[in-house]
């Protein structure tokens, strides 16, 4: 299995309610990220979880909430959010945590994502 | 922080070679990634360089100099399939990566 993969592709949510994006590799990768990407704009890094701990929140608002239940396994739970909060939510994940000489064993997959609309 | 320029677009006809540079101001440097994305894609992992010279995969080779902090991904023999942006991404950090603004890239016939 090579893959990463992302539930659900498509997602639509009023600004009252809660939800959750899940991803999911099982390629024994122990780095896991959250990215959240506008149209015709670069994917930006919000969270990266190595080792199942959380280490980088790129100053990311509390309404979203990260979980990493497990190694295999990545949500971001999702509340309160705003219309501006539209985007591609993709997961990505790499089999190393990262040192400055693993290479590309840092290389990171990502899944195909979850493109979400904000009412 | 970090800062990665890149041409918006740029055109090319099939079979031809294109260079698409990338420039880059970051904190930290650990190396340079290109990814590609069609549109409604995700990124998809294309080279990597650590250090300074050319990694060639295929088509495709990607380049760097650190003491210029200047990268370029060459894509030769070009196929219609490879219209799509191009992202250049730094790791100034063990763990994060930052994407540059991407290049659109497309090839007609």
Same mark, same amino acid.
């Given at each position: ?41 670069? /994917? +930006?890094?919000?969270?990266? =979880? ?8 790129? @100053?990311?608002? %509390? ?19 705003? /219309? +501006?909060?539209?985007?591609? =939510? ?8 990262? @040192?400055?000489? %693993? ?17 | ?109």
């Amino acid at each position: 299995d090579t893959e990463v993969t992302q539930t659900p592709k498509h997602l639509v949510m009023g600004m009252t309610n809660k939800k959750s994006l899940k991803c999911e590799q099982h390629m024994g990768h122990r780095a896991m990220y959250w990215y959240k990407q506008k149209a015709k704009k670069p /994917p +930006e890094l919000m969270f990266v =979880y190595s080792y199942e701990k959380l280490s980088i929140n790129e @100053s990311v608002p %509390s309404r979203f909430s990260p979980e990493c239940p497990n190694s295999s396994l990545l949500n971001l739970h999702l509340h309160a959010l705003q /219309p +501006e909060d539209s985007a591609l =939510y993709l997961c990505a994940s790499s089999l190393n945590p990262g @040192s400055e000489l %693993s290479g590309k064993t840092d290389t990171q997959y990502f899944g195909p994502g979850t493109r979400l609309t904000v009412l | 922080g970090q800062s990665l320029e890149q041409p918006s677009e740029v055109t090319a006809v099939e079979g031809a070679i294109v260079q698409i540079n990338c420039t880059y101001q970051t904190s930290g440097f650990y190396g340079l990634s290109w990814y590609q994305q069609h549109d409604g894609g995700a990124p998809t992992f294309l080279s990597y360089n650590a250090l300074d010279g050319l990694e060639e995969t295929g088509r495709f080779s990607s380049f760097l100099s650190r003491s210029d902090s200047y990268g370029y991904l060459l894509l030769q023999e070009l196929q219609m399939k490879d219209s799509a942006s191009y992202f250049c991404a730094v790791r100034p950090g063990a763990n994060n990566l930052f994407f540059g603004t991407g290049t659109r890239l497309t090839v007609i016939p």
